[in-house]
């Protein structure tokens, strides 16, 4: 047993005490109100530069941009956490609505910066991002600057930004209204229990079929009850979104998604043919799971069940004593950040209804603090999720003294930082396995994730990449979503399964997301760029943890292409690197169907 008892609700106190009716919040918010304020008179009276000694200017304001940036990330983190662990918090909407407003706001007054430094000449440009004021930023000046020539003019712009916050983000808004108010009955040890939506999803861990099947087809006909009011709010994000291309002349809708991911549609194919490549291993694993099951063909419930039936639990300290055991085994520094966070309550992870569904990991920046929110209830797949959400941590923790706006790292290199955290856990899993059954298990585990980010990833992009087509065209009825989701699924999957989720694009919170289109290809990017991070780390041995750390404190300063380039020395818009990333996911499923054998 563990030493250690460690608190399972975070605190939000340390940070603003009292909640969404913190006073002290209340006085941050009006804080930041006046902050932008000034920065967006600054920025106004900011004359274009015509020699190379103004540097100094442009630092001057890009240090007033940094001071609201902080605030924004801190005020939106805050109430994310409270709209989290309370879906009821109504109070906390409404603080969401106003910063929202303000980042509107800030985005009008980026969108005026950036366009006066696009009206700088080229060569002066140049010579001003040699300057010491601006060196170390040059990367995303430079990004800033292009992406102002790809845009509407100023007022154009200024009024997409305003209309978003009730357009755009409202949608989003109304989803999490929605779903917060989506409860699921069940029977259990003789008593009717009614579970939010987050807990009945973790139903579908359980070893019993029956009980799989019935949380299936209860959040089946859950989502399809309300499923004409998330066809709206699906089709009005991305109207919103499909208008705003249309009009800034962007017809391919993967152009926003690669920009904000700092990487090529070169990159996205090579990776994507690559699985496609070794995708019939991964539906041989498929086929002997459903045979280990009883079962002629896997359902869509059934690929995430657990082949060994056990009702072995992990504690959460357990959990907790083990990730940091691992962590310490590749770097004392990583090790001593998850001890922190976990003696810190940097962790929501309490077992009870009224918290939203799934997990994540959010930023404090100006606190230089994190919080992770989860729901714990025991499973092997919940210690893989803390380790996860506690490379996030780590990530944006080493980031903490380098500049704010080198801090913008995209979701794809995000994913890698988890998904190596994860990997280090889940690999001494299985090594430390007490018997075969439970080595087999943890295998297995391994490999769902390899589905996951394989098969499941897949069908959600495609599904988007199709919808969103089909969108230019007008309203998508919520019909034909449900036809080109099972359609997504059955080419993802090969086809192997025998019952599929329609009302998937209704249940994956990630479409209905504003901040990132295509919540979807970087999670398969940041798993398989992760691979090939940690196949390097095993063979150098040395140094490792130091090397890691630089990449990660690059994340938000350049290309993935140009960081893989750098610190692994690999071309990511060629297969290679790809491939053997993938072969290295295959040699799991060899070994389970190796152990498996009759």
Same mark, same amino acid.
């Given at each position: 047993?563990?030493?250690?008892?460690?608190?399972?609700?975070?605190?939000?106190?340390?940070?603003?005490? =009292?909640?969404?009716?913190?006073?002290?919040?209340?006085?941050?918010?009006?804080? +930041?109100?006046?902050?932008?304020?000034?920065?967006? *008179?600054?920025?106004?009276?900011?004359?274009?530069?015509?020699?190379?000694?103004?540097?100094?200017?442009?630092?001057?304001?890009?240090?007033?941009?940094?001071?609201?940036?902080? $605030?924004?990330?801190?005020?939106?983190?805050?109430?994310?956490?409270?709209?989290?662990?309370?879906?009821?918090?109504?109070?906390?909407?409404?603080?969401?609505?106003?910063?929202?407003?303000?980042?509107?706001?800030?985005?009008?007054?980026?969108?005026?910066?950036?366009?006066?430094?696009?009206?700088?000449?080229?060569?002066?440009?140049?010579?001003?991002?040699?300057?010491?004021?601006?060196?170390?930023?040059?990367?995303?000046?430079?990004?800033? $600057?292009?992406?102002?020539?790809?845009?509407?003019?100023?007022?154009?712009?200024?009024?997409?930004?305003?209309?978003?916050?009730?357009?755009?983000?409202?949608?989003?808004?109304?989803?999490?209204?929605?779903?917060?108010?989506?409860?699921?009955?069940?029977?259990?040890?003789?008593?009717?229990?009614?579970?939010?939506?987050?807990?009945?999803?973790?139903?579908?861990?359980?070893?019993?079929?029956?009980?799989?099947?019935?949380?299936?087809?209860?959040?089946?006909?859950?989502?399809?009850?309300?499923?004409?009011?998330?066809?709206?709010?699906?089709?009005?994000?991305?109207?919103?979104?499909?208008?705003?291309?249309?009009?800034?002349?962007?017809?391919?809708?993967?152009?926003?998604?690669?920009?904000?991911?700092?990487?090529?549609?070169?990159?996205?194919?090579?990776?994507?043919?690559?699985?496609?490549?070794?995708?019939?291993?991964?539906?041989?694993?498929?086929?002997?799971?459903?045979?280990?099951? &009883?079962?002629? $063909?896997?359902?869509?419930?059934?690929?995430?069940?657990?082949?060994?039936?056990?009702?072995?639990?992990?504690?959460?300290?357990?959990?907790?004593?083990?990730?940091?055991?691992?962590?310490?085994?590749?770097?004392?520094?990583?090790?001593?950040?998850?001890?922190?966070?976990?003696?810190?309550?940097?962790?929501?992870?309490?077992?009870?209804?009224?918290?939203?569904? =799934? =997990?994540?990991?959010?930023?404090?920046?100006?606190?230089?603090? #994190?919080?992770?929110?989860?729901?714990?209830?025991?499973? +092997?797949?919940?210690?893989?999720?803390?380790?996860?959400?506690? &490379?996030?941590?780590? *990530?944006?923790?080493?980031?903490?003294?380098?500049?704010?706006?080198?801090?913008?790292?995209?979701?794809?290199?995000?994913?890698?930082?988890?998904?190596?955290?994860?990997?280090?856990?889940?690999?001494?899993?299985?090594? *430390?396995?007490?018997?075969?059954?439970?080595?087999?298990?943890?295998?297995?585990?391994?490999?769902?994730?390899?589905?996951?980010?394989?098969?499941?990833?897949?069908?959600?992009?495609?599904?988007?990449?199709?919808?969103?087509?089909? $969108?230019?065209?007008?309203?998508?009825?919520?019909?034909?979503?449900? #036809?080109?989701?099972?359609?997504?699924?059955?080419?993802?999957?090969?086809?192997?399964?025998?019952?599929?989720?329609?009302?998937?694009?209704?249940?994956?919170?990630?479409?209905?997301?504003?901040?990132?289109?295509?919540?979807?290809?970087?999670? #398969?990017?940041?798993?398989?760029?992760?691979?090939?991070?940690?196949?390097?780390?095993?063979?150098?041995?040395?140094?490792?943890?130091?090397?890691?750390?630089?990449?990660?404190?690059?994340? =938000?300063?350049?290309?993935?292409?140009?960081?893989?380039?750098?610190?692994?020395?690999?071309?990511?818009?060629?297969?290679?690197?790809?491939?053997?990333?993938?072969?290295?996911?295959?040699?799991?499923?060899?070994?389970?169907?190796?152990?498996?054998?009759?």
């Amino acid at each position: 047993m563990p030493d250690t008892t460690y608190d399972q609700k975070w605190d939000l106190d340390v940070i603003f005490e =009292g909640g969404s009716e913190s006073d002290a919040f209340h006085q941050y918010l009006q804080e +930041a109100q006046e902050k932008l304020q000034n920065l967006s *008179h600054l920025v106004n009276e900011y004359t274009i530069p015509t020699e190379v000694s103004q540097a100094k200017d442009l630092r001057k304001v890009i240090d007033h941009v940094e001071g609201v940036e902080l $605030r924004l990330r801190e005020s939106f983190a805050f109430v994310g956490c409270l709209s989290a662990q309370d879906v009821t918090d109504k109070k906390a909407l409404q603080h969401r609505a106003k910063i929202s407003e303000m980042a509107a706001g800030f985005s009008t007054v980026m969108t005026t910066l950036e366009q006066k430094l696009n009206k700088i000449d080229d060569s002066l440009w140049k010579e001003l991002l040699a300057q010491p004021e601006l060196k170390e930023l040059s990367f995303v000046l430079n990004e800033k $600057r292009e992406k102002a020539k790809e845009k509407l003019s100023l007022e154009q712009e200024s009024l997409i930004n305003d209309l978003s916050v009730d357009g755009y983000q409202g949608w989003d808004s109304m989803y999490s209204t929605i779903v917060g108010k989506m409860k699921i009955t069940m029977e259990e040890n003789g008593e009717t229990k009614e579970l939010s939506v987050g807990q009945a999803s973790n139903k579908m861990g359980s070893s019993d079929r029956s009980v799989r099947k019935e949380m299936f087809h209860k959040l089946q006909d859950a989502w399809e009850e309300n499923e004409d009011l998330f066809g709206e709010t699906l089709n009005h994000l991305a109207g919103f979104r499909v208008q705003t291309y249309k009009h800034r002349g962007w017809d391919n809708v993967l152009k926003e998604p690669m920009d904000i991911n700092r990487m090529s549609e070169k990159t996205l194919n090579a990776m994507w043919n690559a699985i496609n490549k070794y995708k019939d291993h991964f539906v041989e694993y498929l086929n002997r799971k459903a045979t280990l099951l &009883g079962l002629e $063909r896997l359902s869509w419930y059934d690929v995430g069940a657990p082949i060994v039936s056990s009702d072995q639990s992990v504690s959460y300290d357990e959990g907790a004593e083990f990730i940091v055991e691992q962590f310490e085994k590749f770097g004392p520094k990583m090790a001593s950040f998850a001890k922190m966070a976990f003696e810190n309550s940097w962790i929501e992870a309490e077992d009870r209804s009224g918290k939203r569904p =799934g =997990g994540f990991c959010t930023s404090f920046p100006d606190s230089k603090q #994190t919080r992770i929110f989860m729901t714990y209830s025991g499973t +092997a797949s919940n210690v893989s999720t803390l380790a996860h959400e506690l &490379g996030h941590a780590f *990530h944006q923790h080493v980031m903490d003294d380098v500049h704010s706006m080198n801090q913008g790292y995209a979701m794809n290199v995000a994913e890698t930082a988890s998904t190596f955290a994860e990997m280090i856990v889940a690999d001494a899993a299985v090594k *430390h396995a007490s018997n075969e059954e439970e080595r087999l298990s943890l295998l297995e585990d391994k490999i769902q994730r390899s589905v996951a980010f394989f098969m499941n990833i897949h069908s959600r992009f495609l599904f988007e990449k199709r919808f969103y087509e089909e $969108r230019k065209q007008g309203l998508v009825p919520v019909d034909r979503l449900n #036809t080109i989701m099972v359609e997504a699924q059955k080419e993802a999957f090969l086809d192997s399964l025998d019952e599929y989720e329609p009302h998937f694009w209704a249940s994956k919170l990630h479409f209905h997301k504003v901040g990132v289109p295509f919540y979807n290809f970087p999670y #398969t990017f940041g798993y398989l760029f992760s691979q090939g991070i940690y196949a390097k780390a095993l063979e150098e041995g040395s140094d490792v943890e130091e090397n890691y750390i630089a990449l990660l404190q690059d994340t =938000g300063r350049m290309k993935v292409e140009d960081l893989a380039k750098k610190h692994l020395d690999i071309d990511l818009e060629q297969p290679d690197f790809w491939e053997s990333a993938v072969k290295l996911c295959v040699k799991d499923v060899d070994e389970f169907l190796q152990m498996t054998a009759e």
